[in-house]
């Protein structure tokens, strides 16, 4: 079996789970931030927070960054292995090399990507629950939080965070009578529970080579 620089991570918990605290810093700094515009208003501390634009911009440049250092390693893993140089050049084509760096450590990242930005892109949509549009930076936090579930995560970040959201408006509408409100509260809610139980559910649902 061809040796894999995931295996061989797997005995260094700082690499291996540097995506995982990674994801939770920034959600926490975006939740915190978020928190404090609603219950401290014009404080001076609210300059601080993380603008969904930027957790944006740092997350997709730390994905593939972190892609990147990935294919490194594993191309110098089977350079110096007596088994694995026989997949790289001058004994094979680079294309092998590309082909298994690109499934086993860029498809997921990019599936996050496209699909995030597709769901972005739908919840723009001007008759989506009955709003004329999303406010720029709401729709930019769901775009975040999207990226943040990454793939397959958000198999289960998407179907909970509608539920919430219908029971949500629901509520809004019926009981308090408002008519517009955040989506922030039923999407951070589901992306927790995606972030600390998705990996479970998508196990129990055998949905594991998603």
Same mark, same amino acid.
């Given at each position: 079996?061809?040796?894999?620089?995931?295996?061989?991570?797997?005995?260094?918990?700082?690499?291996?789970?540097?995506?995982?605290?990674?994801?939770?810093?920034?959600?926490?700094?975006?939740?915190?931030?978020?928190?404090?515009?609603?219950?401290?208003?014009?404080?001076?501390?609210?300059?601080?927070?993380?603008?969904?634009?930027?957790?944006?911009?740092?997350?997709?440049?730390?994905?593939?960054? +972190?892609?990147?250092?990935?294919? =490194?390693?594993?191309?110098?893993? =089977?350079?110096?292995?007596?088994?694995?140089? +026989?997949?790289?050049?001058? +004994?094979?084509?680079?294309?092998?090399?590309?082909?298994?760096?690109?499934?086993?450590?860029?498809?997921?990242?990019?599936?996050?990507?496209?699909?995030?930005?597709?769901?972005?892109?739908?919840?723009?949509?001007?008759?989506?629950?009955?709003?004329?549009?999303?406010?720029?930076?709401?729709?930019?936090?769901?775009?975040?939080?999207?990226?943040?579930?990454? =793939?397959?995560?958000?198999?289960?970040?998407?179907?909970?965070?509608?539920?919430?959201?219908?029971?949500? +408006?629901?509520?809004?509408?019926?009981?308090?009578?408002?008519?517009?409100?955040?989506?922030?509260?039923?999407?951070?809610?589901?992306?927790?529970?995606?972030?600390?139980?998705?990996?479970?559910?998508?196990?129990?649902?055998?949905?594991?080579?998603?």
């Amino acid at each position: 079996m061809l040796e894999s620089i995931v295996s061989s991570i797997a005995s260094w918990p700082p690499l291996i789970y540097l995506p995982t605290i990674i994801i939770a810093i920034i959600a926490l700094v975006f939740i915190a931030g978020s928190s404090l515009k609603i219950f401290c208003p014009g404080r001076k501390i609210c300059r601080l927070t993380l603008h969904p634009k930027a957790a944006v911009i740092i997350f997709i440049a730390f994905t593939f960054l +972190y892609a990147a250092l990935l294919t =490194w390693l594993q191309y110098w893993t =089977w350079h110096f292995s007596a088994f694995g140089k +026989y997949f790289l050049p001058p +004994y094979a084509e680079i294309n092998y090399f590309i082909s298994y760096s690109f499934f086993h450590f860029w498809i997921n990242s990019l599936m996050g990507l496209v699909v995030s930005f597709l769901l972005y892109l739908t919840f723009l949509s001007p008759k989506l629950l009955r709003r004329k549009t999303l406010e720029k930076e709401e729709a930019l936090s769901l775009f975040l939080f999207f990226l943040l579930s990454s =793939w397959p995560g958000l198999i289960i970040t998407v179907p909970i965070f509608l539920l919430l959201a219908v029971v949500y +408006y629901a509520f809004l509408i019926f009981v308090l009578k408002k008519k517009n409100a955040s989506l922030l509260p039923p999407l951070i809610v589901s992306f927790i529970i995606s972030f600390f139980f998705g990996a479970e559910i998508i196990y129990r649902l055998a949905l594991p080579s998603l």
